[in-house]
């Protein structure tokens, strides 16, 4: 079994920033090969954030980009999202996804930590 587990979220100004944390950890049967953040508001759907791949390779929605870099940690299926200048439209709650390739990928969520900007 696969565990995610992210943490970091709060309470900010708009312009303030946060750092979110993410690992994978378990039984992994396989390899994480996508790590990415996904951001769900109240009434709205999941969105991919940002996403990182083996490699380093990242995508960004249009809508972070330049405002939040997602990076791998020192530790192993681990990442992190740094969030700097913060809107109000950021408020969300942020989900860690990591997708997990054997016999095809699987995907597996956090509970997902929320972040909170205000003007």
């Known amino acids: 079994q696969v565990q995610v587990a992210e943490s970091g979220g709060g309470s900010v100004q708009a312009g303030g920033s946060l750092r979110l944390s993410c690992a994978a950890s378990?039984?992994?049967?396989?390899?994480?090969?996508?790590m990415a953040w996904y951001r769900q508001a109240p009434g709205k759907q999941r969105d991919l954030v940002a996403r990182?791949?083996?490699?380093?390779?990242?995508n960004y929605a249009d809508s972070v980009r330049g405002r939040f870099t997602i990076s791998r940690g020192d530790a192993e299926n681990t990442v992190y999202l740094q969030m700097n200048s913060l809107k109000p439209e950021d408020t969300s709650v942020y989900y860690c996804?990591?997708?997990?390739?054997?016999?095809?990928?699987?995907?597996?969520w956090g509970q997902g930590t929320q972040v909170s900007v205000s003007s």
């Open positions: 378990g039984s992994i049967d396989g390899f994480v090969g996508i």
């Open positions: 990182i791949i083996r490699g380093g390779s990242t």
């Open positions: 996804n990591a997708v997990v390739f054997k016999m095809g990928p699987t995907n597996y």
